[in-house]
């Protein structure tokens, strides 16, 4: 039983079901635990579950998303386990019903979708930062019911994201072109919206999401565009962070040490991004359409009752 | 258990009677007859109790289904009339919740329940529903409760909450205004702000000025009015012409302004076109900006498209005479939308509320699935 390693079973997941968000692959890894390692008591259920969620939190450098989805699967064990003190039966239900969890959460897509459709009209011209399979999907079911709009995807470096999401788009027939991130400022003024997805949702309504996200909601918030954030409920996060700076990060958000390695790219820098809730005009989730204060009424809910 | 089909034209000769008062109604409605989110937010209610107490059916949820298809008659008839929607939902809302609760009470004794839903966040890790529950509950709980009244009190403590909408916000007007304050209401036909102003005159004997915008062309006249009525409670007033108002702005205290229907993003559709330009005016001088609305004018909807909700009117008030020959294009606008981040407080017969916050007062007193009306379950 000691070669079940969290990480493996998590990247596992993640590469089988491209569709599988972080936090769901989070979520599906600790059942796997539960299954293979049968705590025989409570506590030791809860134990188990504390270290595999640090091992994998450590292992994974962008940790923020799955951090949302250990978030919820231990509340969700407290939770059962303090009120019904009916364990085993708790334990039966998450194990048998995994495969429920994923469907549950591919499912809260197409909620988005649906409640998101009303935001896109005909004739509006989208700027999209990045691919995110909400928005996506979004995009998607409103080319279905026939809206005729256009798409404006950003390049999204460094992990060009944006190259997969145009592809995308071209391929299900809506007009669509492609601009480096830098040429945002320059077409902001030519889009109606602006629709982003998001790695995590802060506690303040901000949103953690692929670098570039920031400087995005900053010239649309100074061009007086609505800034949408398309995410799953699923990702709201008990984080609080301020800036940037307070984001989980594998090194330093500037590196100015001399470079060893013979890499030829001298790219270095900051993955990820913070964009505070102030540029959020609102938040399109399976929970309905949330102003970023409504993001901390979730989150108590679920932590303070 | 709602298996049989709702017929659309109501069986029953007893409520051919009350189909005459909805079309009456429907078609005062579409002439734009009634006038003010007050005046129609009440006449609905009446209506709604007639219906009600004609309504047949055999299930709650026909109930619900004859009342969502008036209401949604209703806002068809006139779209930009929010309030005549938002009282038809909060009806519903009550039925929903009496539903809730009759459904709770019985479950709780039949069946151990799995998990009470608390934060809707968990419904990923929920266990799978069990459908069969619903099939007992439904037919234990169908002759308990008898619904029409529960219906009836409902409308009769909303229309008593409406008529003392008022009072409850004029007990927040007196904490707000200062002595010697220099204040401006670009909405003159709100009967609200009037009364706000005129409380916070009599109940504390503070002295401070009014200035009103003119509200040219379609409000000149209330404004008039307005001013004479304050004037009358010995409060400073002064009549200034619209385009004034960013002149005047840097001397101005506090901006009022009244609503027609808020929305769940804290924006507001106010009765008076400049509304929104004087606001912008006061966000550049960071002059603060109070919206003062009974809880009736929360609206559950969402304003996706503000030109869909912002309403026009005859343009001869803009320009009463005009040569058909000569190519003019004259737009009169009669309705105005204010953006969330141009208000800094509402206050309701309920308390004060940041823009942000309003989302929980509407879900407090409305429910998800009564959003739409002219969505059908399937």
């Known amino acids: 039983m000691s070669e079940f390693n969290i990480t493996e079973t998590y990247l596992r997941f993640l590469e089988e079901d491209t569709e599988m968000t972080m936090p769901i692959a989070a979520i599906e890894a600790l059942v796997t635990l539960l299954r293979i390692k049968t705590p025989e008591t409570a506590a030791e259920m809860i134990n188990t579950i504390k270290s595999s969620t640090e091992e994998l939190i450590k292992s994974i450098p962008n940790s923020v998303s799955l951090r949302a989805g250990c978030d919820i699967f231990m509340r969700f064990v407290l939770r059962n386990l303090h009120l019904y003190g009916d364990w085993e039966n708790c334990k039966q239900h998450l194990i048998e019903n995994g495969q429920l969890f994923v469907s549950r959460a591919k499912k809260s897509r197409n909620k988005i979708a649906e409640i998101g459709v009303d935001f896109i009209s005909d004739d509006d011209i989208i700027l999209v930062h990045g691919y995110s399979r909400a928005v996506f999907s979004l995009l998607n079911h409103a080319a279905n019911k026939f809206i005729r709009f256009r798409c404006v995807v950003t390049e999204s470096r460094p992990s060009k994201q944006g190259n997969q999401l145009y592809s995308l788009l071209e391929q299900k027939g809506i007009p669509v072109t492609l601009i480096v991130d830098s040429a945002v400022g320059a077409v902001i003024d030519k889009v109606d919206k602006v629709f982003v997805g998001a790695e995590g949702v802060a506690e303040s309504g901000g949103i953690i999401n692929l670098v570039g996200t920031y400087s995005v909601g900053v010239l649309a918030h100074n061009a007086r565009k609505p800034f949408y954030v398309v995410t799953e409920s699923h990702k709201f996060v008990r984080m609080f962070p301020l800036s940037s700076d307070d984001l989980p990060m594998a090194g330093p958000p500037l590196d100015f040490t001399r470079r060893t390695d013979d890499v030829e790219d001298a790219l270095r820098g900051p993955t990820i991004d913070y964009t505070a809730q102030e540029y959020i005009t609102a938040l399109i989730t399976d929970l309905g359409v949330l102003t970023p204060s409504a993001v901390s009424e979730e989150l108590i809910k679920m932590w303070y009752d | ?378």
């Open chain 2, 1 to 378: 258990m709602s298996s049989q089909a709702f017929s659309p034209v109501h069986p029953n000769a007893a409520t051919s009677d009350v189909n005459i008062t909805i079309d009456t109604f429907v078609a005062k409605l579409k002439r734009r007859q009634v006038q003010g989110s007050y005046a129609i937010a009440l006449e609905t209610l009446q209506l709604l109790m007639r219906f009600i107490s004609a309504a047949r059916w055999n299930h709650v949820n026909e109930l619900i289904e004859q009342i969502r298809d008036l209401g949604n008659k209703l806002e068809k008839a006139h779209p930009t009339a929010f309030s005549c929607g938002n009282v038809v939902r909060r009806i519903l809302a009550v039925l929903r919740d009496e539903i809730e609760e009759v459904s709770m009470s019985t479950t709780v004794t039949s069946t151990t329940v799995a998990e009470p839903l608390i934060s809707s966040m968990f419904n990923l890790l929920q266990k799978p529903e069990q459908p069969h529950q619903n099939g007992k509950n439904s037919s234990s709980m169908r002759t308990k409760t008898d619904y029409r009244q529960v219906a009836i009190q409902g409308i009769k403590d909303l229309i008593d909450e409406i008529k003392n909408i008022d009072e409850g916000i004029q007990q927040i007007a007196i904490d707000l205004i200062h002595d010697h304050e220099i204040l401006l209401t670009p909405t003159p036909d709100s009967k609200t702000v009037l009364k706000f102003l005129i409380t916070a005159r009599e109940r504390s004997n503070r002295t401070f000025t009014v200035l009103v915008t003119e509200g040219f062309p379609n409000n000149t006249k209330n404004a008039h009015e307005f001013a004479k009525k304050l004037a009358q409670h010995n409060i400073e007033t002064l009549v200034v012409p619209d385009s004034a108002v960013f002149a005047l702005m840097s001397r101005v205290g506090k901006v009022i302004i009244g609503t027609k229907a808020v929305f769940v993003n804290g924006g507001t559709i106010s009765s008076n076109s400049g509304v929104s330009s004087v606001c912008e005016c006061a966000r550049e001088f960071r002059t603060p900006v109070f919206a003062v609305a009974g809880l009736y004018k929360l609206s559950p909807l969402y304003p996706f498209d503000v030109e869909k909700f912002v309403e026009f009117g005859g343009s001869q008030r803009t320009l009463p005479r005009m040569d058909p020959r000569k190519r003019l294009d004259t737009v009169n606008q009669i309705t105005d939308y204010v953006p969330p981040e141009n208000i800094d407080i509402y206050i309701t017969n309920v308390g004060g509320f940041n823009p942000s916050f309003i989302y929980r007062i509407a879900w407090d007193n409305y429910k998800q699935a009564d959003v739409h009306l002219d969505k059908k379950k399937v």
